[in-house]
């Protein structure tokens, strides 16, 4: 897995930094693609770069050489990034080529101007940073903004309208690639300082990872219906599907089975509670739709490596360490 983070001047060295550790956080204890991670930093020329607040990243790699990369992201500005972006003319070249040859962009907030110069958002979904949208909106005609969504995807490029939108992505992409357990470990060393807003992000914006509409149908439905008794034959009856056909629809779309989904929204909501609620693990259970406490803690440990308890514990002493 080969990533580039792409350095400019005026980019947030947090809308590089954060992923690049998250991603080598995930390489040492996930099972991985067969091709093991790499994280680059590529600028207009290799050297020092000097980012907003004074933090200065060493880019290993040039535009102009010919490495390919599979993943590429490119952070957002901080102030105007009119200037910055037009005299981005080998960035754009550079970003051209390499989707040409199968590379997935990610863009966050006023990074995602930067690929609208190049062209390539050209009559596709984006978002962005919900000050620059309606200057996008005006200035990009031929792409098509999506007001209030935070992530939309379309023919491998990602936008992303913030850095904790960007993070979702980042924890979906963990997800797939190195699986539950790097995932698990990423979101506890990460993520509890700040509240999840998406499930899956892709679904939940408006943008979508896969194209069948009856299960991101059925995916809406549990998302509002979690806490209640919900069978696999309610969802199948949703989408007007026999419960087999539902059961292998699903997971072609999503990699994962309704039952699975339900389960990890559930838990997803559980997480909530744990740390920003008082409720206790059985009244916690019963609130997002498990049978029993008990049933609910032994579901818990297996997702996230411990019992709720002390995942509440860790939760608080991360968030009210004072």
Not at 144 to 157: E, K, L
Not at 217 to 239: G, K, N, P, Y
């Amino acid at each position: 897995m080969k990533i580039a983070f792409v350095l400019y001047p005026q980019a947030l060295a947090t809308g590089v930094t954060v992923p690049a550790e998250m991603f080598n956080a995930a390489s040492l204890v996930g099972h991985g693609p067969a091709v093991p991670l790499s994280v680059n930093f590529v600028a207009e020329q290799s050297g020092p770069v000097e980012m907003t607040g004074g933090v200065t990243l060493y880019a290993a790699h040039a535009y102009q050489e010919h490495d390919l990369f599979e993943w590429i992201f490119l952070p957002p500005m901080w102030g105007s990034p009119w200037s910055s972006m037009i005299k981005q003319d080998r960035l754009r070249q550079w970003l051209k080529n390499q989707y040409a040859q199968g590379a997935r962009i990610v863009a966050t907030g006023s990074g995602v101007g930067v690929v609208a110069l190049s062209g390539l958002l050209d009559e596709k979904v984006a978002t962005t940073h919900w000050y620059f949208l309606e200057r996008f909106r005006k200035r990009f005609a031929r792409v098509n903004f999506q007001t209030g969504h935070f992530i939309t995807h379309q023919d491998g490029i990602y936008c992303a309208g913030s850095i904790n939108a960007q993070t979702e992505l980042v924890l979906y992409f963990i997800e797939r690639q190195f699986g539950d357990e790097a995932l698990a470990l990423v979101e506890r060393q990460f993520m509890h300082e700040l509240k999840r807003n998406f499930t899956t992000p892709y679904y939940e914006p408006g943008g979508k990872i896969h194209d069948d509409e009856l299960v991101s149908l059925v995916q809406s439905w549990v998302r509002s219906h979690f806490s209640e008794s919900i069978t696999i034959q309610q969802m199948a009856d949703i989408a007007g599907q026999s419960e087999r056909q539902l059961r292998r629809r699903f997971l072609k779309a999503t990699g994962e089975s309704p039952i699975q989904y339900l389960v990890r929204i559930r838990i997803e909501q559980a997480q909530d509670l744990l740390r920003e609620s008082n409720l206790t693990a059985t009244d916690i259970a019963l609130t997002t739709g498990f049978a029993s406490s008990g049933y609910f803690s032994r579901t818990f440990k297996k997702h996230n490596g411990m019992s709720p308890g002390d995942y509440r514990k860790m939760v608080r002493r991360k968030m009210f360490s004072e």
